[in-house]
Protein backbone atom coordinates (compact mmCIF):
# COMPACT_ATOMS: atom_id res chain seq x y z
CA UNK A 1 0.00 0.00 0.00
CA UNK A 2 0.96 3.44 -0.19
CA UNK A 3 0.51 6.35 1.78
CA UNK A 4 -2.15 7.95 -0.47
CA UNK A 5 -3.79 4.47 0.48
CA UNK A 6 -3.37 4.89 4.13
CA UNK A 7 -4.54 8.17 4.09
CA UNK A 8 -7.56 6.73 2.26
CA UNK A 9 -8.37 4.99 5.72
CA UNK A 10 -7.95 7.65 8.12
CA UNK A 11 -11.36 9.11 9.25
CA UNK A 12 -11.06 13.05 9.68
CA UNK A 13 -13.12 14.14 12.86
CA UNK A 14 -14.00 18.08 13.19
CA UNK A 15 -13.81 19.76 16.63
CA UNK A 16 -12.35 16.76 18.74
CA UNK A 17 -11.17 17.24 21.19
CA UNK A 18 -12.02 20.43 21.09
CA UNK A 19 -13.62 23.36 19.03
CA UNK A 20 -11.18 23.93 16.21
CA UNK A 21 -9.45 20.75 16.35
CA UNK A 22 -9.29 18.21 13.30
CA UNK A 23 -8.54 14.82 14.92
CA UNK A 24 -7.33 12.35 12.53
CA UNK A 25 -8.29 8.66 13.77
CA UNK A 26 -6.62 5.95 12.47
CA UNK A 27 -9.07 3.72 13.94
CA UNK A 28 -10.04 3.08 10.55
CA UNK A 29 -7.33 2.06 8.97
CA UNK A 30 -6.34 -0.13 12.21
CA UNK A 31 -9.69 -1.85 11.63
CA UNK A 32 -8.05 -2.85 7.43
CA UNK A 33 -6.15 -6.20 7.90
CA UNK A 34 -4.75 -5.68 4.90
CA UNK A 35 -3.39 -1.81 5.71
CA UNK A 36 -2.47 -3.11 8.87
CA UNK A 37 -0.55 -5.98 8.25
CA UNK A 38 1.24 -3.40 4.98
CA UNK A 39 1.97 -0.72 7.33
CA UNK A 40 3.78 -3.55 9.96
CA UNK A 41 5.31 -4.92 7.02
CA UNK A 42 6.92 -1.17 5.99
CA UNK A 43 7.67 -0.49 9.82
CA UNK A 44 9.81 -3.86 9.96
CA UNK A 45 11.65 -3.14 6.89
CA UNK A 46 12.43 0.15 7.67
CA UNK A 47 14.07 -0.61 10.82
CA UNK A 48 15.43 -4.32 10.04
CA UNK A 49 19.12 -4.54 10.84
CA UNK A 50 19.70 -1.21 13.14
CA UNK A 51 19.73 -3.48 16.26
CA UNK A 52 16.98 -1.95 17.93
CA UNK A 53 16.82 -3.55 21.45
CA UNK A 54 13.95 -1.42 23.04
CA UNK A 55 10.63 -0.03 21.15
CA UNK A 56 9.21 3.39 23.19
CA UNK A 57 5.32 3.67 22.51
CA UNK A 58 3.88 6.63 23.57
CA UNK A 59 0.27 6.59 25.15
CA UNK A 60 -2.14 5.38 23.58
CA UNK A 61 -2.15 4.59 19.91
CA UNK A 62 1.56 4.94 19.98
CA UNK A 63 1.31 1.17 21.89
CA UNK A 64 -0.06 -0.18 18.73
CA UNK A 65 3.09 0.23 15.97
CA UNK A 66 5.44 0.50 18.82
CA UNK A 67 3.67 -3.33 20.09
CA UNK A 68 3.70 -4.93 16.71
CA UNK A 69 7.37 -3.68 15.37
CA UNK A 70 8.98 -4.48 19.08
CA UNK A 71 7.61 -8.21 18.02
CA UNK A 72 8.70 -8.20 14.90
CA UNK A 73 12.33 -6.92 15.57
CA UNK A 74 13.11 -8.58 18.53
CA UNK A 75 13.45 -6.10 20.86
CA UNK A 76 11.49 -4.90 23.93
CA UNK A 77 8.90 -2.86 24.39
CA UNK A 78 8.21 -0.01 26.67
CA UNK A 79 5.42 1.95 27.45
CA UNK A 80 5.96 5.86 28.03
CA UNK A 81 2.50 6.02 29.83
CA UNK A 82 0.88 8.96 31.53
CA UNK A 83 1.60 9.98 35.10
CA UNK A 84 -0.02 7.36 37.88
CA UNK A 85 -0.30 4.44 35.21
CA UNK A 86 3.21 2.37 36.00
CA UNK A 87 3.09 0.47 39.40
CA UNK A 88 7.12 0.97 39.66
CA UNK A 89 9.78 4.16 40.40
CA UNK A 90 9.53 6.03 37.28
CA UNK A 91 10.96 9.50 35.57
CA UNK A 92 8.58 12.04 34.80
CA UNK A 93 8.53 14.96 33.08
CA UNK A 94 5.73 17.27 31.55
CA UNK A 95 5.74 18.65 28.19
CA UNK A 96 2.54 21.31 25.44
CA UNK A 97 0.64 19.45 23.34
CA UNK A 98 -1.40 21.50 20.55
CA UNK A 99 -4.34 21.95 22.99
CA UNK A 100 -2.89 21.44 26.29
CA UNK A 101 -0.47 20.20 28.51
CA UNK A 102 0.17 16.75 30.01
CA UNK A 103 3.05 14.47 31.36
CA UNK A 104 4.86 11.37 30.81
CA UNK A 105 6.38 8.96 32.78
CA UNK A 106 8.52 5.80 32.19
CA UNK A 107 9.90 3.23 34.41
CA UNK A 108 13.49 3.55 35.56
CA UNK A 109 14.51 0.30 34.95
CA UNK A 110 13.17 0.34 30.90
CA UNK A 111 16.06 0.83 29.20
CA UNK A 112 19.64 -0.16 29.80
CA UNK A 113 22.49 2.49 29.50
CA UNK A 114 23.82 2.57 25.56
CA UNK A 115 20.46 0.49 24.35
CA UNK A 116 19.13 1.15 21.09
CA UNK A 117 16.09 2.94 21.32
CA UNK A 118 13.30 3.77 18.50
CA UNK A 119 10.41 5.80 19.69
CA UNK A 120 6.91 5.19 18.05
CA UNK A 121 3.82 7.27 17.81
CA UNK A 122 0.84 7.66 15.59
CA UNK A 123 1.02 11.65 15.52
CA UNK A 124 3.62 14.14 15.23
CA UNK A 125 1.75 17.37 15.39
CA UNK A 126 3.68 20.28 17.70
CA UNK A 127 6.42 17.86 18.61
CA UNK A 128 5.88 17.98 22.63
CA UNK A 129 4.82 14.50 23.30
CA UNK A 130 8.16 12.90 20.99
CA UNK A 131 10.38 15.30 22.82
CA UNK A 132 9.31 14.39 26.12
CA UNK A 133 9.86 11.31 25.53
CA UNK A 134 13.21 11.60 23.90
CA UNK A 135 14.24 13.51 27.47
CA UNK A 136 13.02 9.86 29.18
CA UNK A 137 15.04 7.98 27.20
CA UNK A 138 18.07 9.78 27.84
CA UNK A 139 17.74 10.00 31.45
CA UNK A 140 17.72 6.67 31.41
CA UNK A 141 20.95 6.50 29.28
CA UNK A 142 19.01 5.16 25.79
CA UNK A 143 20.73 5.77 22.59
CA UNK A 144 17.73 6.86 20.24
CA UNK A 145 18.18 4.77 16.85
CA UNK A 146 15.07 7.38 15.31
CA UNK A 147 11.16 8.54 15.75
CA UNK A 148 8.70 6.90 13.69
CA UNK A 149 4.89 8.73 13.53
CA UNK A 150 2.33 7.31 11.41
CA UNK A 151 0.57 11.23 10.25
CA UNK A 152 2.76 14.38 10.80
CA UNK A 153 1.17 17.43 10.68
CA UNK A 154 3.99 19.44 8.98
CA UNK A 155 1.89 23.09 9.32
CA UNK A 156 2.51 22.33 13.18
CA UNK A 157 6.40 21.80 12.87
CA UNK A 158 6.63 19.62 15.28
CA UNK A 159 10.11 18.12 13.64
CA UNK A 160 12.05 21.45 14.65
CA UNK A 161 11.53 20.12 18.27
CA UNK A 162 13.15 16.72 17.20
CA UNK A 163 16.41 18.30 15.66
CA UNK A 164 19.73 16.11 15.41
CA UNK A 165 16.98 13.07 15.44
CA UNK A 166 16.12 10.83 12.27
CA UNK A 167 12.63 10.82 11.79
CA UNK A 168 9.82 9.31 9.82
CA UNK A 169 6.59 9.74 8.73
CA UNK A 170 4.48 7.52 6.59
CA UNK A 171 1.54 9.85 5.95
CA UNK A 172 2.09 14.09 5.70
CA UNK A 173 -1.27 16.59 6.02
CA UNK A 174 -0.34 20.24 5.55
Not at 20 to 37: H, N, S, V
Not at 79 to 87: D, M, N, T
Amino acid sequence: MTATNYKSLIREVPDFPKPGILFYDITTLLKDPAALRSLADELTARYQGQRVAKVVGMESRGFIFAGILAARLGAGFVPARKPGKLPADCYEVKYSLEYGSNSLAIHRDAIGMGERVLIVDDLLATGGTAAATINLVRQLGGEIVGLDFLVELKGLNGRKKLAGHKVHSTILYP
